[in-house]
């Protein structure tokens, strides 16, 4: 690629000690040593540039139309040997391409950029300590007067649109909020946009959730949308987490969730004393389909020395705020350390079974519809180990005619699957005379319920008035003389829901008046 062909190479591939300096008028033009003229060649694929650790590029601001900074090729194979280090764990940026390019306002160099120091500090060998130091003045030149922009906003409590991304560094922990429940999740990319909407930055994140068999990363993105001025950053749709007031409160409350979560993964009968299933896996399955889940399998063998590195000790944003930064590190590792300390000890809870109740008019009326159905009613109480009660079966349980041969495939369907349920299932109906014959030998105890007398009544009421949060004004006497109603239990529920919503429209009490108007 030499433009001299008699060119003889003084040195290998980027290891002259030298910057090649390039300019462009403009996107069109090629890069040339100085302004170019109308004779102007390619002087980036002169042999003399090849040699040069870096090259170096600048032509007229978009804005300002002055000469400015456009990017910076890495040659030096010494250079690039310390740069491997400076971004381990960086995702979508590679320091072993031969064509290493940096375009400003180089944002790797920025979130690094303590790290990049600490390299160059620690640097033995002189040839790479000199290559070094050619990179290092122009880039602190780009880099600095951001760092400092960044720390006088953050201590501000604020920021601007243009500086978002100086607060947001790749592998850091962010807060947002999704579905209106606090959320705290990884960032692995930013970038600005915009659309017919106006501009925006983008987060891109993770976080870990479960489909109710294993645990792995959801992606997610939030998008700020374009402000003028400054906003404080507690008003962002998401900021660092480590810059959240009360911040120890939000820690707790998102660990004590994550750990219900957890405990809640698979198949689980009882939360907070009530009997219901919580189990994700099937719902996924048949509800709505669960995230889609990336592997965490990688991410647990990581080396907590580099961990440290990447998250603290040399991120940009950290060290700016590093007093929020270590209280949020006190409060992970208090929980880090009760963590290991509840994994040491054995614990055991004492289940009990969860009633399924669902009523048989659900199913659908005909053999095609309610067959399917069924059997997966039938198939969750069976997982759940679940008791289950069908109600108002009497359809299904009506004797077969031969003037209704839709019904017969409807009960026979029903009794074939009856008969390899293995699980309890209660059956109510008020025909009983009616049922087919044929269930005599699948029932096994039949239980008769007589009409309710005065003392069941009396109970029933108070039952149904106590429930809720409304207040009432119906006094013992008022309950003894309703109980003397004859009246089934599912009217008097009907009754007492009705006169509520008299008394809800009235702004009052539930009263005599309101039930005495629901009898009427």
């Known amino acids: 690629m030499s433009v001299d062909p008699d060119y003889t190479p003084d040195f290998g591939l980027g290891m002259r000690a030298e910057i090649q300096q390039l300019y462009r008028p403009d996107d069109r033009s090629l890069w040339n040593e100085s302004v170019p003229d109308k004779t102007a060649t390619d002087v980036e694929a002169g042999s003399y540039a090849q040699e040069c650790a870096l090259i170096v590029r600048r032509e007229p601001h978009p804005t300002t139309n002055q000469v400015a900074l456009q990017s910076i090729t890495v040659r030096s194979p010494l250079i ?68 400092e922009a960044m720390k006088d906003l953050t201590k501000n409590k604020v920021i601007n649109f243009d500086y978002l991304w100086t607060i947001f560094a790749p592998g850091m922990e962010v807060h947002t909020k999704l579905d209106g429940q606090d959320r705290l999740m990884e960032l692995t990319d930013n970038r600005y946009g915009a659309n017919m909407g106006g501009e925006f930055f983008t987060l891109e994140c993770r976080y870990i959730d479960c489909d109710g068999s294993s645990f792995g990363y959801v992606s997610s993105s939030v998008d700020i949308n374009k402000f003028e001025g400054v906003r ?35 198949v689980s009968g009882e939360v907070e004393s009530s009997r219901i299933i919580i ?6 399955i048949y509800g709505a389909p669960g995230p889609g889940l990336e592997s965490i399998e990688s991410d647990l063998h990581t080396d907590p020395a580099d961990e440290d590195l990447l998250a603290g000790t040399h991120n940009v944003i950290y060290i700016a705020t590093s007093q929020a930064f270590q209280e949020y590190r006190n409060a992970l590792e208090k929980h880090e350390k009760r963590r290991k300390e509840d994994l040491s000890g054995g614990f055991a809870e004492e289940m009990r079974q969860p009633l399924y109740l669902m009523s048989a008019s659900e199913l659908g009326e005909t053999a095609a519809e309610v067959e399917e159905p069924l059997e997966q009613v039938l198939e969750l109480a069976n997982k759940w180990n679940a008791i289950l009660l ?57 239980i008769h319920y007589p009409p309710l007398d005065i003392p069941s009544r009396l109970h029933v009421w108070k039952t149904f008035v106590q429930m809720g949060d409304l207040e009432s004004q119906l006094s013992g006497m008022d309950l003894e003389n309703l109980a003397k109603i004859e009246v089934n239990g599912r009217q008097i529920k009907n009754i007492v829901k009705t ?10 009490p539930l009263a005599m008046e309101h039930i005495e108007m629901v009898l009427k």
């Open 80 to 147: 690039k040997k310390v740069l491997d280090g400076t971004f381990k764990g960086f995702e979508g940026l590679n320091t072993q391409l031969k064509q290493l390019t940096f375009k400003a306002p180089f944002h790797p160099f920025y979130y690094r950029w303590h790290r990049f120091e600490k390299l160059r500090e620690d640097e033995q060998d002189q040839e790479t300590k000199d290559h070094l130091d050619l990179l290092y003045p122009i880039l602190s030149e780009e880099i600095m007067p951001h760092i």
């Open 232 to 266: 404080k950053l507690v008003d962002l749709d998401a900021v660092p987490s480590h810059l959240l007031p009360d911040l120890e409160s939000l820690v707790d409350r998102l660990h004590a969730r994550g750990e219900k979560l957890e405990q809640l993964n698979g």
């Open 279 to 284: 189990d994700p896996h099937t719902f996924n």
């Open 390 to 446: 069908l109600d108002e079966c009497d359809m299904f349980l009506e004797a077969r005619s031969t003037a209704d041969i839709q019904r017969n495939r409807l009960v026979s369907i029903f009794l074939r699957q009856l008969e390899y349920y293995r699980g309890v299932m209660f059956l109510t109906s008020n025909r009983v005379n009616d049922f087919d014959t044929a269930f005599e030998s699948r029932i096994h105890l039949t």
């Open 499 to 508: 006169a509520r919503l008299l008394s809800k429209q009235e702004k009052a």
